[in-house]
């Protein structure tokens, strides 16, 4: 296969893996595997967000308003809309392009990864895309799939749900369930298993699997075998306790090596954080559709969660995965040292994106019916 690295790299991250309790929540590290230096960020990493670090630098302050207008809509999208992956995988992966009634009539795309011949009773892994709800598309994870089809011979699908502004919450948000409750139905039509559906997502895509798992839990339907959740949104809604209590300037201080490139990304979520009520165009985020933080059920499946050491968003995974662990679900958190945000569009370049594609793979193995 082709990398932008070498691959024993990839080997290196799970040979060195080790086990802490990170904010009273048992935690999988996965160290950077070339580099030993506590708090750096990662080399690969590092080259992308200096090369960001210099143009915020110099970016006029108006540019970087996050709001819903058509001009910053149309500037966000052109960045996270970005295809970044290398094509790993050499072998021939089918992909399959049908569509799904949405609720309102709309037919929602979705596309189905697959090898020519899938191993029996095939889990289905079912993709959300991240993109802060309103950007992001099948294309930026369409490599990740590929792979996990590759190292698993198991079925992949996504979805192209309805995106905001234009489409408001709950649009995208029932878009996404819509697409499970057929997968839930019709799967075994493709000789896959209706009883081993993985719901996962990163970034927004993480907060959409979380609606998923939740609404299933609420028909009583389960019909989600496990969720997987990487380094999603989940307290959008900006519930404050002794787990989600965190500071710019006292923990990015921890990492002083690289602060001053690791501050401007983790400052760009934070205000993205803030922005998203008038993205979705709600009144109210502090509802548990949209802050899955507020209300979390001792019924959710088997959950994985990864993030990134330089992630903003990883206080609230770990508060997160607290609560689950408290209620007795079977609950795995890896973070990757050295990483920041939306590893996993980084198939290729990265080997940690490799890497977690390889636990994705191993927790379906683990948990599937």
């Given at each position: 296969?082709?990398?932008?690295?070498?691959?024993?790299?990839?080997?290196?991250?799970?040979?060195?893996?080790?086990?802490?309790?990170?904010?009273?929540?048992?935690?999988?590290?996965?160290?950077?595997?070339?580099?030993?230096?506590?708090?750096?960020?990662?080399?690969?990493?590092?080259?992308?967000?200096?090369?960001?670090?210099?143009?915020?630098?110099?970016?006029?302050?108006?540019?970087?308003?996050?709001?819903?207008?058509?001009?910053?809509?149309?500037?966000?999208?052109?960045?996270?809309?970005?295809?970044?992956?290398?094509?790993?995988?050499?072998?021939?992966?089918?992909?399959?392009?049908?569509?799904?009634?949405?609720?309102?009539?709309?037919?929602?795309?979705?596309?189905?990864?697959?090898?020519?011949?899938?191993?029996?009773?095939?889990?289905?892994?079912?993709?959300?895309?991240?993109?802060?709800?309103?950007?992001?598309?099948?294309?930026?994870?369409?490599?990740?799939?590929?792979?996990?089809?590759?190292?698993?011979?198991?079925?992949?699908?996504?979805?192209?749900?309805?995106?905001?502004?234009?489409?408001?919450?709950?649009?995208?948000?029932?878009?996404?369930?819509?697409?499970?409750?057929?997968?839930?139905?019709?799967?075994?039509?493709?000789?896959?298993?209706?009883?081993?559906?993985?719901?996962?997502?990163?970034?927004?895509?993480?907060?959409?699997?979380?609606?998923?798992?939740?609404?299933?839990?609420?028909?009583?339907?389960?019909?989600?075998?496990?969720?997987?959740?990487?380094?999603?949104?989940?307290?959008?809604?900006?519930?404050?306790?002794?787990?989600?209590?965190?500071?710019?300037?006292?923990?990015?201080?921890?990492?002083?090596?690289?602060?001053?490139?690791?501050?401007?990304?983790?400052?760009?979520?934070?205000?993205m954080t803030g922005g998203l009520q008038e993205i979705l165009g709600t009144d109210n985020v502090l509802v548990p559709y949209l802050t899955p933080y507020m209300s979390v059920s001792e019924k959710m499946p088997p959950t994985m969660i990864t993030s990134g050491e330089h992630d903003f968003l990883t206080f609230e995974s770990l508060a997160y995965a607290k609560k689950l662990i408290d209620l007795g679900v079977d609950t795995t958190v890896t973070l990757y040292n050295?990483?920041?945000?939306?590893?996993?569009?980084?198939?290729?370049?990265?080997?940690?994106?490799?890497?977690?594609?390889?636990?994705?793979?191993?927790?379906?193995?683990?948990?599937?019916?």
């Amino acid at each position: 296969m082709k990398r932008n690295y070498e691959a024993v790299l990839a080997e290196k991250i799970r040979e060195q893996q080790y086990q802490v309790t990170h904010r009273d929540v048992p935690v999988t590290i996965k160290p950077i595997p070339d580099c030993d230096i506590t708090g750096a960020m990662d080399p690969r990493l590092y080259q992308n967000q200096k090369k960001l670090s210099l143009i915020m630098k110099f970016m006029p302050k108006s540019l970087m308003k996050f709001d819903a207008s058509p001009k910053s809509i149309k500037r966000l999208r052109k960045m996270f809309n970005s295809v970044d992956s290398t094509p790993m995988v050499e072998e021939k992966i089918e992909e399959m392009a049908f569509t799904v009634t949405a609720e309102d009539g709309y037919e929602i795309p979705m596309i189905r990864f697959q090898q020519a011949q899938p191993i029996e009773n095939s889990p289905v892994l079912y993709f959300i895309h991240g993109g802060g709800f309103f950007a992001g598309s099948i294309d930026v994870v369409r490599e990740a799939l590929r792979l996990f089809v590759h190292e698993t011979n198991m079925i992949a699908v996504s979805i192209d749900y309805r995106l905001a502004p234009e489409n408001p919450y709950p649009i995208g948000h029932k878009d996404c369930y819509s697409g499970l409750r057929w997968l839930a139905d019709h799967v075994s039509e493709w000789g896959a298993d209706p009883h081993s559906i993985f719901v996962a997502g990163d970034s927004a895509g993480g907060n959409l699997t979380a609606y998923c798992s939740n609404r299933d839990i609420e028909e009583n339907r389960q019909d989600v075998c496990g969720q997987i959740l990487l380094y999603p949104t989940l307290n959008m809604g900006g519930v404050k306790d002794k787990y989600t209590e965190f500071s710019i300037d006292r923990d990015v201080k921890m990492y002083k090596k690289h602060e001053s490139v690791i501050r401007p990304s983790i400052e760009i979520f934070s205000e993205m954080t803030g922005g998203l009520q008038e993205i979705l165009g709600t009144d109210n985020v502090l509802v548990p559709y949209l802050t899955p933080y507020m209300s979390v059920s001792e019924k959710m499946p088997p959950t994985m969660i990864t993030s990134g050491e330089h992630d903003f968003l990883t206080f609230e995974s770990l508060a997160y995965a607290k609560k689950l662990i408290d209620l007795g679900v079977d609950t795995t958190v890896t973070l990757y040292n050295g990483m920041g945000h939306a590893y996993i569009d980084q198939i290729g370049n990265f080997p940690q994106a490799e890497d977690c594609i390889r636990d994705i793979s191993d927790f379906v193995r683990k948990n599937r019916k």
